[in-house]
């Protein structure tokens, strides 16, 4: 009876997952393998479901008090995401970057990469990333004589960047999960000033390695033009040579948002949830002035929208200005009455741009389908944090933890044996389920005993984040390639897209390796940013 | 307007309206609440937890029909009844959504509002900072029924894709009954102490210049729980429909998509 006590956690682990692969929503299921786990738990008698009275609380204080403002981050990039695609943002950037590389050989799969990385960077969603490329660029890459594998590959893997190019949701979740286990870790080692990770060092850590991919993908690109340059042929050069305008008109947005949201996080000057803010209005302005969402746009409220747009970025300005080369934090009032008169002027145009992007989003459909997306996304991560904090709340009452932590000690090779086997767990389980449920059920259990070992936060994070990336990217089970495959037309075989992810999957394994055995990747950044 | 947006406009006019007549009568509403509030709310609940006890072998009803009519023809009666119910349930899961999604534009205009005046005036308000966590939980919390009729929770669709349409019924069926209704009725149940502790004493936020509502936010757990029962029992009504052969009501239009 107690062996059977004792693999209690493992079998529960093994009835979620066999129950997970019923289909039944995630968030639901999860609560339901724990409740079941719970009442045998009491007919053991090892469990008191006096517990179960902490759920509401539990449920209050995970998601709900008012020290959660970070999860608030999570709503406001799905708002600016899904807005940014539904104003062609990811349409605009493929013609363009097209029509600036497409004429070097292997120039096509060079602007994928190059588009999926600004995509990550700025809607950051996997999704709907893949789902574009592949139903305009694949075409166009097939059409002027791409290999199949390699077009497919190309777009299924810049998708996934969107989860570890900051700022991505992926990581706002992780690096939360991260924030609390690095605290319990301290805490359970008599630590009791302890060190603290925020969203934004791993933010910091993600960055070079994110980079370090995009890199190793477009010299995978370069390599294959040279070596075989019948798979990635040149496209012939446009009539009339490049419109840099219409290039500039294409890249301008992403990349000033990029540089507004990503810039003020790194520079320590916004937390995330401030920045996801103004980036969401951001994305409002930009989507109001091009008047997404129907055919006309009249010229007086594209003006004001660019007005609003104009008042927007120039205070923002002026906040960087009023801080720069400053100790302390300075404030636009502080600068005088003319400036702080100067500033009343810029918010009311803001306001006022930001009213007609609004009412001119409203009347096309625009706003109503990215707040009820937002909505729908926001209850669907949200949900299963609910799930899976009901399953690991009964999963540490029937000691799961000792189990967990056993096993891992038990690993020849200390720590980077644990780290190796979680790592190669999560990535088994990544074939299956979502990041969002392996950040919420796996993380809380293993984050704190890998970092008790001494492994570094932000490191773990970064690895942990690059590791779900590339078994999205996996075959056969990699859900970059489902949504490739549910886009991609038929002559384009699904052996042809898994022959296509392999050599990603391999650059992939590639850079884990190096930020494995380099931690300076993941760990310069932050430490040169924050000290 | 669309659905949810008449019932957000007739809660923020009665708010307006109250707030009002507060302030005309000195803190008067405030202080009526204050005192009769408690007890009103420990009636209501008292009553709807004896309901509750008593009417809930109600919910097993479209399970045990379902698994019924795997083996008997049942009464066309019982069809139209579950098509009317899935309506009347849609509609409430619905309309409760659709007023959500509009604290998602509410979370970008506020959050933008306190970064201005945070960084360009140096000026920060507690009830704006914690208006904003108000309806991020808001957002969530009554967004997730309908998202559940717009299936946008997400599912590990390996074999779940590939499944007949009996057997996703099927599924759907088992799983409202193993799993979601479980959950809902755990949280519910474990609520009672504690919608009753904040209740009590109107709980307000722990800074003095914070929003008083605290007791309410808190509510909006048991009452994600019951939306989430209620949808559940639409999705169980419809997968009965289903397997019974017979025609489902249309989803709603307009739930937008869910996908990250």
């Not at chain 1, 060079?110 to 999926?116: A, H, K, L, R």
């Not at chain 1, 002027?345 to 007609?356: D, H, I, N, W």
Request: glycine fraction near 12%; hydrophobic fraction near 55%.
């Amino acid at each position: 009876m107690s062996t059977f006590i004792e693999i209690l956690p493992f079998l529960m682990f093994a009835a979620a997952f066999a129950a997970l692969l019923r289909g039944y929503p995630v968030a639901f299921t999860l609560a339901g393998v724990a409740l079941l786990f719970a009442l045998i738990g009491m007919a053991l008698d090892v469990f008191d479901p006096i517990h179960f009275r902490a759920f509401p609380q539990r449920i209050y204080g995970n998601l709900m008090e008012m020290d959660r403002q970070i999860l608030v981050a999570v709503p406001l990039f799905v708002f600016m995401g899904v807005m940014l695609e539904k104003s062609k943002v990811a349409e605009e950037l493929l013609e363009a970057m097209g029509a600036l590389f497409g004429t070097m050989r292997g120039g096509l799969g060079i602007s994928v990469v190059v588009v999926g990385a600004l995509l990550a960077a700025s809607t950051g969603i996997v999704g709907a990333t893949v789902v574009t490329m592949g139903l305009l660029s694949l075409p166009t890459m097939l059409k002027r004589g791409y290999s199949p594998e390699l077009a497919a590959g190309s777009i299924a893997a810049s998708g996934t960047l969107g989860q570890i190019i900051p700022p991505s949701i992926v990581l706002v979740l992780l690096g939360d999960q991260i924030s609390n286990a690095y605290q319990e870790a301290q805490r359970a080692q008599g630590i009791f000033s302890p060190d603290i990770v925020s969203v934004g060092d791993l933010f910091a850590g993600a960055l070079i390695p994110g980079l370090l991919l995009v890199g190793l993908y477009i010299g995978y690109q370069v390599f294959i033009a040279i070596t075989r340059p019948n798979s990635a042929p040149a496209a012939p050069a446009p009539e009339g040579g490049t419109d840099w305008g219409k290039i500039l008109h294409a890249l301008l947005p992403p990349l000033g948002l990029i540089f507004a949201v990503l810039g003020s996080i790194l520079a320590g000057l916004a937390t995330p949830t401030e920045a996801a803010g103004i980036g969401a209005v951001g994305a409002t302005f930009l989507a109001g002035a091009r008047n997404a969402g129907s055919d006309t746009n009249p010229r007086l409220g594209q003006l004001v929208s660019f007005v609003g747009l104009a008042a927007l970025v120039g205070l923002f300005l002026l906040v960087v200005f009023a801080n720069l080369g400053q100790e302390r934090r300075l404030f636009v009032a502080d600068l005088g009455a003319m400036c702080s008169l100067f500033a009343w002027v810029l918010v009311g145009l803001t306001v006022l741009g930001a009213a007609l992007s609004l009412w001119r989003l409203k009347r096309s459909g625009v706003l109503d389908e990215v707040m009820s997306s937002t909505a729908n996304i926001s209850a669907m991560v949200f949900v299963i944090l609910i799930g899976a904090s009901l399953f690991s709340l009964i999963f540490r009452e029937l000691g799961g933890d000792e189990v967990v932590q056993h096993a891992l000690e038990a690993v020849p090779g200390g720590k980077w044996g644990a780290l190796a086997i979680v790592m190669l767990v999560m990535f088994l389980l990544g074939f299956f389920l979502d990041f969002i449920e392996i950040t919420f059920v796996v993380v809380p259990i293993v984050a704190p005993i890998l970092l008790m070992m001494g492994i570094d936060p932000v490191w773990l994070g970064v690895l942990m984040a690059m590791n779900l990336q590339t078994s999205f990217l996996t075959p056969p089970f990699g859900f970059a390639l489902f949504y490739l495959r549910g886009v991609a037309p038929p002559e384009v075989t699904t052996a042809a897209i898994y022959r296509g992810a392999i050599p990603f999957v391999i650059i992939q394994l590639i850079g884990i390796l190096a930020v494995a055995l380099v931690p300076w990747l993941a760990t310069g950044l932050p430490e040169w940013l924050y000290g | 307007m669309r659905q949810g947006d008449g019932f957000l406009l007739v809660l923020v006019l009665v708010g307006i309206g109250l707030s009002i007549v507060d302030g005309m009568t000195g803190g008067g509403v405030a202080s009526w609440f204050q005192a009769n509030l408690p007890g009103i709310a420990q009636s209501i609940g008292g009553k709807l937890a004896l309901a509750a006890r008593y009417l809930w072998p109600i919910l097993t009803l479209p399970l045990i029909m379902a698994v019924l009519g795997r083996f008997i023809a049942l009464p066309s009666a019982w069809h139209s009844f579950q098509r009317g119910l899935v309506g009347v349930i849609e509609t409430i899961t619905g309309g409760f959504g659709g007023a959500a999604r509009w604290f998602a534009l509410g979370l970008v205009v506020v959050t933008a509002t306190i970064v201005v005046q945070r960084y360009v005036f140096g000026f920060a308000s507690t009830k704006l900072q914690e208006s904003v966590i108000y309806m991020h939980a808001l957002l969530f919390l009554l967004a997730s029924a309908s998202t559940l009729l717009a299936d946008g929770h997400v599912r590990v669709d390996i074999f779940y894709s590939k499944a007949s349409e009996r057997g996703k019924a099927w599924i759907d069926l088992l799983g409202v009954y193993l799993t979601l209704i479980p959950m809902s009725a755990l949280i519910l149940w474990a609520s009672t102490g504690y919608m009753n502790s904040t209740w009590r004493i109107l709980e307000r936020s722990r800074e003095s210049d914070g929003l008083p509502f605290v007791f309410l936010l808190k509510t909006a757990i048991p009452l994600f729980a019951v939306l989430m029962i209620l949808q559940g029992i639409a999705m169980a009504a419809r997968s009965g429909l289903k397997l019974a052969g017979q025609d489902t009501p249309p989803r709603p239009k307009n739930l937008g998509e869910g996908e990250v």
